[in-house]
């Protein structure tokens, strides 16, 4: 656990969580991502389900020897643009289907990179960057929202300054787990490259900070072999306010968020 915590603390610059220390926080976490596992990072192990924005990155898994489909809500893929070596095992294919606007991605036997990684433009117009680590015997589906469409020009969370440090950590998880913006914080999107800690990747993806707070939003992959369990000990350091995991239960390959509040500073 303590290797666990300190290549956390590497990856982001702080001590990312801990315990709650509050029952209340706890309750009212769990009780805010029991209402909103429909749009989880990973609900199933052959499936992604990934919110992103105009010109952002897409984080995936594709199968090493079966088909992944991409497929994007209410919008379609018109063109495709990568890199090709001319070399068989570092080459990858994409093939797109013209009626639902639909990619099948497929590697060749023997494909000696770790993923593949390309550009895709949709009919709405919007650039997505996708990096997907090859892996898993049998055929995925990775399904794509845009959180601008999905929550239009969304307003912005205003935590009351004199609630409770626990109901304000709670909000703050709110508006980060709806990718809203909060009154007062500054956002980072730049997503930091990922850390290795034993049969995890973790990743800093987005950063809420204010004076006061700073909410962090990691992307945590089982790139084991085995099911894993996450746990607020497991991820956590001492000092957060508040850490609330979407999908505790983890397949080999799958991934899901954790939202981290600590004090800012830390």
């Known amino acids: 656990m303590s290797l666990f915590v300190s290549s956390l603390m590497i990856a982001t610059g702080a001590v990312l969580a801990s315990r709650i220390d509050c029952q209340l ?49 209410d919008d379609q893929f018109v063109s ?60 995925l589906q990775v399904f794509v929202a845009n959180a601008d469409v999905e929550n239009p020009q969304p307003p912005a969370e205003t935590l009351q300054a004199f609630a409770p440090l626990e109901d304000r950590a709670v909000g703050l998880v709110r508006a980060m787990f709806e990718q809203r913006p909060v009154t007062g914080f500054d956002i980072s999107d730049a997503a930091r490259a990922p850390v290795n800690v034993g ?6 993806v987005t950063e809420y900070r204010s004076p006061t707070m700073t909410g962090k939003v990691l992307r945590i992959e089982n790139t084991g072999d085995a099911p894993l369990v996450l746990n607020e000990q497991l991820i956590a350091g001492d000092g957060a306010i508040a850490v609330t995991i979407s999908n505790p239960n983890l397949e080999s390959g799958q991934a899901t968020a954790a939202y981290v509040v600590v004090p800012s500073g830390r």
């Not at 989880?40 to 897409?58: C, F, K, M, Y």
């Not at 990858?92 to 991605?105: A, C, M």
């Not at 990684?117 to 709405?124: A, D, E, H």
């Open 25 to 73: 926080t706890r309750l009212a976490g769990s009780a805010l991502i029991a209402g909103s596992l429909t749009v989880s990072v990973a609900p199933a192990a052959a499936q992604e389900h990934i919110l992103t924005v105009d010109n952002g990155e897409v984080l995936c898994q594709a199968s090493k020897s079966d088909l992944t489909r991409i497929a994007l809500k």
């Open 80 to 139: 495709v643009s990568r890199v090709q070596s001319g070399v068989p095992t570092e080459d990858f294919s994409i093939v797109h289907e013209p009626t639902r606007g639909d990619l099948y991605l497929s590697v060749p036997q023997g494909y000696s990179k770790p993923n593949i990684s390309f550009f895709g433009t949709t009919q709405k117009g919007f650039v997505y960057k996708f990096d997907c680590r090859v892996g898993g015997e049998g055929a």
């Open 199 to 204: 049969d995890f990747k973790v990743q800093l």
